[in-house]
């Protein structure tokens, strides 16, 4: 009996290597494919691809976190972690000290300042938490050893590394999240090449020390993406009564209807949107606090910050956490509605 425990474990060892050895020749293979890639399709300097790739270091941490992301948190944990005074008077400072820069992008772009703090305040605490990971090093990770998210993340890592040669920076040296989001808008290598601009169009573009690029950056982004001015992001829900609430748990909680529609159905905004046009559609969200649940009725805009993060834990941390600086701000007088 002993024998054959023995002969067991031998096996189950022998084949557990043979399986290590065939992922560690496999992903060294699908290494070189990218390397080959990259100087077919890009034009890139092989020695310089080569040796950023075989230099990066494998990251365990970084698919850990990827499993198990902040924002699969419960909702009142989330908000409770984000969502403090903390960032609120952080916030305030952010604002009141780039005042003049968030109005001129908002008559550019005509996003609001509420929701432009709310995402840097969520993101990086206004600069202050850029991230502590080489990016390459979590790249290399999530392209060859996260199979779920292959294909995304050899685009992510094919953009950074464009954007260090045509920057002439050197490929371990940036530092940003877990996911490779660079900056103090956490933009990944893609929305880099995509929507980051220079606040003063000199062509020059900074996300991690120049806060009117990233301003610009953030606002860019958001309107790219169809933001709809002058039109309410999300508010929280009322029901006319039980009834009202069975119902909607029952048959509408995920569709897209008029305001119109949802007042018929018994949901009402909790505060009044002085919105004329009853046509606007909206979504109800259901939202778990430790006791209970609250529901939201969330518009189009709140989508186009899901494109930011597309978790609803994200979205409506950004929008009430830009709403509290907001709110402090007009308490002092310091701005106007």
């Keep these: 009996?002993?024998?054959?425990?023995?002969?067991?474990?031998?096996?189950f060892i022998g084949l557990s290597m043979a399986t290590a050895l065939f992922a560690s020749t496999q992903q060294e293979t699908d290494k070189q494919h990218f390397i080959n890639y990259m100087v077919r399709h890009y034009h890139v300097s092989r020695p310089m691809v080569t040796?950023?790739?075989?230099q990066a270091q494998y990251r365990a941490s970084v698919l850990q976190k990827m499993r198990q992301p902040f924002e699969s948190k419960p909702w009142?944990?989330?908000?409770?972690?984000?969502?403090?005074?903390t960032r609120v008077t952080q916030g305030v400072a952010f604002w009141k000290k780039n005042i003049d820069t968030l109005q001129f992008m908002f008559?550019?772009?005509?996003?609001?300042?509420?929701?432009?703090?709310?995402?840097l305040g969520i993101e990086t605490r206004y600069g202050?938490?850029?991230?502590?990971?080489?990016?390459?090093?979590?790249?290399v990770t999530l392209s060859f050893y996260y199979p779920a998210r292959t294909k995304f993340f050899q685009t992510q890592l094919a953009e950074f590394i464009l954007y260090c040669e045509k920057n002439h920076i050197k490929t371990d040296s940036v530092l940003g999240s877990y996911a490779g989001a660079i900056g103090q808008a956490q933009f990944m290598p893609t929305s880099i090449s995509a929507y980051a601009v220079s606040a003063k169009k000199t062509g020059d573009i900074d996300l991690s020390h120049n806060v009117g690029?990233?301003?610009?950056?953030?606002?860019?982004?958001?309107?790219?993406?169809?933001?709809?001015?002058?039109?309410?992001?999300?508010?929280?829900?009322?029901?006319?009564d039980t009834k009202a609430l069975a119902y909607v748990k029952k048959h509408d909680a995920h569709k897209r209807l008029s305001l119109l529609a949802w007042e018929k159905l018994g949901v009402y905004p909790k505060v009044p949107l002085h919105m004329k046009d009853k046509a606007i559609k909206a979504r109800l969200m259901a939202m778990p606090l430790k006791k209970g649940t609250e529901y939201w009725l969330t518009f189009y805009n709140f989508d186009?910050?899901?494109?930011?993060?597309?978790?609803?834990n994200y979205a409506l941390a950004v929008v009430l956490l830009g709403t509290a600086i907001q709110d402090q701000l007009l308490k002092e007088g310091y701005i106007k509605t």
């Design 1 to 11: 009996m002993l024998q054959k425990l023995k002969q067991l474990i031998t096996c």
């Design 51 to 54: 040796r950023a790739i075989e």
């Design 76 to 85: 009142y944990e989330y908000q409770k972690a984000l969502i403090s005074p």
């Design 107 to 119: 008559n550019q772009f005509h996003v609001p300042s509420k929701v432009i703090v709310g995402i």
């Design 128 to 139: 202050m938490n850029q991230g502590s990971y080489k990016v390459i090093n979590a790249l």
């Design 213 to 240: 690029d990233v301003i610009a950056s953030v606002s860019n982004f958001l309107s790219k993406q169809g933001w709809r001015p002058d039109q309410a992001i999300a508010t929280l829900a009322r029901f006319k």
């Design 304 to 312: 186009v910050i899901k494109h930011y993060n597309p978790s609803n």
